[in-house]
T-cell receptor, first 116, second 112 residues
Framework: QQQVKQSPQSLIVQKGGISIINCAYE??????FPWYQQFPGKGPALLIA?????SEKKEGRFTISFNKSAKQFSLHIMDSQPGDSATYFC???????????????FGKGTLLTVNP | SQTIHQWPATLVQPVGSPLSLECTVE??????LYWYRQAAGRGLQLLFY??????ISSEVPQNLSASRPQDRQFILSSKKLLLSDSGFYLC???????????FGPGTRLTVL
């Protein structure tokens, strides 16, 4: 019930191409869906996040698409660049009203490699 | 602005030795604090989280323990390290009013 399933495990894209990473969840109480980007040897950093009341959110080359009925969300990286090569994690959480038990449930990560 | 620190950055310890990793947050008060472990360079496993001084919740029974002696200080400890404790340890914090978790730079622990 608490799992977030992420795919693919790894992805190789050519420079200028579109990278797409998908996540699916079961817990309908989740209402916050962030994506984190992690470079080797560094801590993850928040990339973009979405709430379920919108179907899409775009920030620069990064877009989250959200399908509430299918319980799926995805990250699209347009015009992928070698500098985007990193591990990407999706995550989900219940509302802040969950109180002291608030925590993020992470997917297992996708290693993205963008070839020049 | 808020900053999160972790030290040491890297650590090599023999099996059976004790461990103490420290995390501190600056520029905020009463944060929620989290310890994660990342093994094999990929998934994030939540180990402990804390909503206040002296309050620790454990997610996974293991060889590790956590403490929060001060509002913005979170410590991960072990009395005797195992080989399986090797990994990348990440501390994170969030404001109670926000969803966003901010991660520290991490500590690379190698147990030999």
């Amino acid at each position: 019930q608490q799992q977030v399933k992420q795919s693919p495990q790894s992805l190789i894209v050519q420079k200028g191409g579109i990278s797409i990473i998908n996540c699916a969840y079961e817990n309908t109480a989740f209402d916050y869906f962030p994506w984190y980007q992690q470079f080797p040897g560094k801590g993850p950093a928040l990339l973009i996040a979405i709430r379920p009341d919108v179907s899409e959110k775009k920030e620069g080359r990064f877009t989250i698409s959200f399908n509430k009925s299918a319980k799926q969300f995805s990250l699209h990286i347009m015009d992928s660049q070698p500098g985007d090569s990193a591990t990407y994690f999706c995550a989900a959480s219940v509302g802040l009203g969950g109180g002291s038990n608030y925590k993020l449930t992470f997917g297992k990560g996708t290693l993205l490699t963008v070839n020049p | 602005s808020q900053t999160i620190h972790q030290w040491p950055a890297t650590l090599v310890q023999p099996v059976g030795s004790p461990l103490s990793l420290e995390c501190t947050v600056e520029g905020t008060s009463n944060p929620n604090l989290y310890w994660y472990r990342q093994a094999a360079g990929r998934g994030l496993q939540l180990l402990f989280y804390s909503v206040g001084i002296g309050q620790i919740s454990s997610e996974v029974p293991q060889n590790l323990s956590a403490s929060r002696p001060q509002d913005r200080q979170f410590i991960l400890s072990s009395k005797k390290l195992l080989l399986s404790d090797s990994g990348f340890y990440l501390c994170a914090w969030r404001q109670v009013s926000s969803h966003t978790q901010y991660f520290g730079p991490g500590t690379r622990l190698t147990v030999l």
